[in-house]
């Protein structure tokens, strides 16, 4: 019951989240980084730690979620551009495995999405809203968080991102 609380309204607030599209931007954070430990839409078990040489944006998302998946494109040329050292973890949000593979299907976005089946990583996260993204730095600390989608490929991204490389 509580889960579906939390999936309710984060749902409401996935709709208040897309208005703000244009003006969303990343904020400094100060504090520690939980855990993340999930299953991939693949059946691989991932851990953050075994990320800890690479610059990383977690992002949580759902398939109801509009502005979640008018930003995927952006995040593939985000990928690209930014190459090897440079990962995105995708967490979807309490659904069903059927209805991400559906989804990934019809967006195709090119990082790894992984699955949060009791919503306990989101919790631990204090996600409240989707999209909602981190950036976790190479010494697995993060330093970045944005509440709502953005262009995730613009220079000013870029050259953020570049910066704590």
């Known amino acids: 019951m509580k889960t579906r609380l939390v999936l ?17 931007e990343l904020k400094p954070f100060t504090g520690h980084t939980p855990p993340l430990y999930l299953e991939s839409l693949d059946g691989e ?7 800890r040489s690479k610059l990383l944006l977690v992002n949580f998302w759902a ?28 967490v ?30 989101l919790q631990e996260w204090k996600v409240f809203a989707v999209p909602s ?6 010494k697995g600390n993060i330093r970045y968080t944005l509440f709502g989608a953005t262009e995730w490929d613009s220079d000013e991204m870029i050259a953020l991102l570049a910066s704590l490389q």
């Open 8 to 24: 309710f309204v984060t749902l409401c607030l996935c709709s208040i989240s897309g208005l703000n599209f244009a003006t969303s």
């Open 45 to 51: 078990s991932v851990d953050l730690r075994d990320f």
């Open 63 to 90: 398939t109801y979620c509009p502005p979640c998946r008018v930003e995927i494109p952006s995040m593939n040329r985000l990928q690209a551009r930014m190459g090897d050292d440079f990962v995105i973890l995708a």
């Open 92 to 121: 979807n949000m309490g659904e069903s495995a059927d209805d991400v593979r559906r989804f990934v299907e019809e967006v195709e976005p090119e990082f790894r999405i992984l699955l949060d089946h009791d919503g306990s990583v």
């Open 133 to 138: 993204s981190f950036i976790v730095d190479r």
